[in-house]
């Protein structure tokens, strides 16, 4: 049992009630009659009996155990954890759109395909794509969509031979596991020493059995990909589509647009780039833009504009179908269009513009104490190496379980796979400079701690509420009932 149940049972008092219920007003019928009896308990559950102010101090004091965008940095790369304003939970909870009801008729709910329409217009604008679908529950949703429209295009074609997608060796995980769910043979194209796509192994990959290839732009180097039109331009004349995971488009916004560069298919993280609440397993939101030849692929239904008025469109024959219950996790997007019409234009100029400023600001701070890869200019994130520390037995998990003591989030770390003890740092446009100079005070302090006491280093974290946990034996034997031998 944790402290924190040991102290809930400690001030648990027989008779004690935290609930004040109203008398019943309807006949109490006998136990056997509401339960068969093989279903009732032999002995009353172990629970605490606690009042309600027990009940409030004992979760917000749990709460307090835990970290949070709203109370600490999180310097993930990749993952763009950026505050999320409360304006946009009082516009996602406004009983107009809160009360409705998926399946309500359309003519009932008017507002939310007009909200819906205008924002699906407004993401093609930003990213230069003739259409999106808004189904996708997340990213890695949107990549599935994006392979199965892959295959879609390339049947019509007659091309059924086209089995194979190239993915870069810096890719994000779900990049490989979304095209090989979709029936696909997952081909790595190496980096150069520059931390790009190396164009002659692209070139060697090329053949009939390309159907296409998966990128990041930026890639999770945090590097802008700046052969990108040539990349687009060397898939398209091998027959091959080109999928860009948007995982990274915080560093694009109001600067470029994938489609501008060739970009075939286009998945948005609007739980990222959009500022929905990310984390604790979602919701999420991966709409996903289709170049024009990918259109009639599309799920249905689509919300189309017929005069004053909106209506679902089912009439699209050789659509994949749907692929999400109703429409996608609208709330997020409630909150990702509420975030576009408040920052307009230059303000979605700034977004990126401030992003890829604090990662260079960190990036030249940490330079000196830790190894860094690829040196060159980087755009929203930037990656770190821990090979400097390593060699005096302090591990990158070593020095993220350290900043847990200077009260920070750790970065992403071992990721990508192409750098010996990553760190990957993106500390997105909505942290104050004060912010990010007390986070790179801490990691130069560790840096100096590996110097001088590695054993300190290694022996974190010292001050949270719970030691370094056995992670491996935690992922295989988790224990997830609350009441503990």
Not at 430 to 436: F, G
Request: hydrophobic content about 35%; overall charge neutral.
């Amino acid at each position: 049992m944790s402290q924190q149940e040991k102290l809930i049972f400690e001030i648990s008092s027989s008779g004690r009630r935290g609930v004040s219920l109203p008398p019943l007003d309807v006949p109490r019928k006998p136990l056997e009659e509401m339960i068969p009896t093989k279903f009732q308990r032999k002995t009353p559950p172990r629970l605490p009996e606690v009042s309600e102010l027990d009940v409030v101090r004992h979760f917000t004091r749990l709460s307090q155990l835990n970290y949070s965008v709203d109370t600490h940095f999180y310097p993930l790369g990749s993952c763009t954890m950026k505050y999320n304003p409360r304006v946009h939970e009082e516009v996602a909870g406004l009983e107009g759109f809160s009360r409705l009801h998926p399946y309500q008729p359309p003519e009932q709910t008017q507002g939310m395909l007009e909200l819906l329409y205008h924002f699906s217009e407004l993401v093609k604008e930003i990213c230069g794509m003739p259409e999106f679908s808004l189904q996708p529950a997340a990213g890695a949703h949107g990549e599935l969509l994006g392979m199965m429209l892959v295959r879609a295009y390339h049947r019509k074609r007659g091309e059924t031979g086209r089995k194979k997608i190239i993915i870069p060796d810096s890719a994000h995980g779900t990049n490989p596991a979304s095209a090989a769910l979709s029936g696909f043979e997952v081909i790595e194209v190496k980096s150069d020493s520059h931390g790009l796509v190396d164009l002659e192994d692209l070139r060697r990959t090329m053949s009939p059995e390309i159907a296409g290839m998966m990128i990041t732009n930026p890639n999770t180097l945090g590097l802008f990909e700046k052969d990108i039109v040539t990349i687009c331009n060397i898939l398209h004349e091998a027959g091959g589509l080109v999928y860009c995971d948007g995982a990274n488009m915080n560093a694009l916004l109001g600067r470029v647009k994938p489609g501008a560069m060739g970009i075939d298919l286009l998945h948005l993280n609007l739980h990222k780039t959009f500022t929905g609440p990310h984390g604790g397993g979602g919701p999420g939101s991966g709409p996903l833009g289709v170049s024009e030849p990918l259109r009639p692929f599309l799920p249905v239904p689509r919300v189309k504009k017929e005069g004053d008025t909106y209506i679902w469109d089912y009439n699209y024959p050789e659509t994949i179908g749907r692929i999400k219950a109703f429409y996608g996790h609208i709330g997020v997007i409630i909150k990702a269009y509420a975030y576009i019409l408040s920052l307009g234009t230059e303000g979605l100029m700034k977004v990126s513009e401030a992003a890829v400023l604090n990662a260079n600001f960190l990036r030249k701070k940490l330079s000196n104490f830790y190894d860094l890869p690829y040196p060159e200019v980087c755009m929203h994130e930037f990656v770190l190496s821990g090979r400097r520390q390593k060699k005096q037995g302090v591990t990158t998990l070593d020095i993220a379980k350290r900043l847990l003591d200077y009260d920070f989030y750790a970065p992403t770390i071992y990721f990508p796979l192409i750098v010996e003890e990553a760190l990957m740092i993106e500390p997105t446009e909505t942290e104050s400079k004060q912010t990010l100079e007390a986070f790179a005070e801490a990691l130069i302090k560790i840096a100096k701690e590996a110097e001088s006491a590695p054993d300190r280093v290694k022996g974190a974290p010292f001050d949270t509420p719970v030691r370094r946990l056995d992670e491996v034996k935690a992922a295989r034997e988790p224990n997830l009932h609350w009441n503990f031998p």
